[in-house]
């Protein structure tokens, strides 16, 4: 009886140290301005790299992030920082054309310049 209360805890423990684990932060872009129309994929806020073709809107989710978009299709050429906060829905009109993006929940991402 002790063996199978021992396990029984020791599974309990396991399970609540799993799903105390903070999910990452995500992003989704959208095909009209106010996020809504096409949808593209969820993607973590991981600094990877990511196309916007065809893409007017953002929208993160998790928390505070840092948006960096990019002229390139691969993150390359001008840059723009810009933060975001979770649900806001970001109309992306740089003035002039957006390629691709990196997303990361840090603030500092953004001041690296």
């Known amino acids: ?21 903070q999910a990452t932060n995500t992003i989704v872009a959208y095909g009209n301005y106010d996020c809504t129309g096409s949808v593209g994929n969820t993607v973590n ?8 073709a065809g893409r007017h809107s953002i929208k993160p989710s998790g928390g505070t992030n840092c948006i960096q978009y990019y002229t390139g299709s691969d993150c390359s ?3 723009i920082n810009l933060f975001s906060y979770n649900d806001m829905c970001l109309k992306v ?13 840090d603030s500092n991402f953004c001041q690296d310049v």
């Open 1 to 21: 009886m002790l063996f199978n209360t021992f396990f029984t805890s020791l599974a309990f423990a396991a399970t609540l140290a799993i799903s105390s684990v």
């Open 93 to 105: 009109d740089t003035g002039g054309p957006v390629g691709s993006f990196r997303c990361k929940s």
């Open 45 to 52: 806020c991981d600094n990877s790299c990511h196309s916007f």
């Open 77 to 79: 050429g001008s840059r």
